[in-house]
């Protein structure tokens, strides 16, 4: 096989200058921790530190147990700063400042508005309030020399009762900055069909969704996600390999170092319905890691099975999922990919342009995305070997 410039390992490439294609990151997981010292002083709201270096701490400590339930409960202290314009304008703007400086030059946002009504802000209000934080953060990335798109993934708690309500917010706000639907929260217990009727409306609307599915919950809540609620991606999705039966093989690996015996692999019915139509599966992780949704497959990250997803031919993309929570970024995702598996330049172009395609942008303009990636990625290539 030829190579090519993006067969270069990406060890001589700042990957952060790289551009990079976000599309789960919740926007009440991405918090600067001295904004969330500051907000909380001015509303009295305790928190379990008093300085922006421990509080961090214990963010991340919080969340690296091992525990959905237990990541979640990190998320009483960021909603709490959360409910006023200034509080979710300011956290909006700094959400896409800090993602221009990691090298993201399209995001998707996600966040649960009726989560954020607390002190009297509508639903409306507190979407407009994101878009002006959302679009002032890009304005400052121009400024600054960067380039950044932003939408907003209007997101609808499962354990609540109100799909249809907030399906209904996401369309009347389709041309104003949102551009997809969500479904976040407890999934044990909470499958889709729980707003089957808000999907039904949403798909008359022809309006894209992604849906939480996959993680805390196994098979039943993917196959549910496809069926109840259309999704076009599944968010994390990452469980999907456990529909995936591995026999014994004597081969060596596809790769040119691989000397490990392989596997032949066997895909269950939902699993080969997600590969062979090419539903992207939003994975994540770290966070997959730390909240045990990949405890199947080990406790390290190498036995992550992302590799084995990405080795067979499934959409897989890079996201982050909280980076408050998980003390991540998304350059430092696809460093612990190329750590963890040893994929070269090419591998992070394959998974960056699977993100393009994923992206909930018209296929014009996901066609101009792809080609700035691309050409960049060869740029980075040239100048690493010259």
Known sequence: MTSSPNDAAPAAIDIQTLPKISLHDHLDGGLRPA???????????DLPASDAESLGAW?????????????????????AVMQTREGLVRVAREFVEDLALDGVVYAEVRWAPEQHTQQGLTLDEAVEAVQEGLEA??????AAGRVIQVGQLITAMRHADRGQEIAELA????????????IAGAENGFLPSRFAGAFTYLASEQFPVTIHAGEA???DSIQDALVAGRALRLGHGV???????IEESDEPGDRPDDDEEVGIANLGRIASWVRDRGIPLELCPSSNLQTGAVAAFGETIDAHPFDLLYQLGFKVTVNTDNRLMSGVTLTGEFELLIDTFGYDLGDLLDLTLNAVDAAFLPLEDRDALARHVAESFDAAARQASA
């Open 59 to 79: 963010f991340r400590e919080s969340a690296d147990s091992g525990s959905l339930e237990r990541y979640l409960e990190t998320f009483d202290h960021t909603i």
């Open 171 to 182: 369309v009347r706000h389709r041309d104003r900055g949102a551009v997809g639907f969500d």
């Open 137 to 142: 953060g890009a304005a400052a990335a121009i």
């Open 217 to 219: 919950a196994g098979l």
């Open 35 to 45: 904004t969330v010292l500051e907000l909380a002083a001015a509303i009295g709201h």
């Open 239 to 245: 469980r999907i390999a456990e529909d995936i039966e």
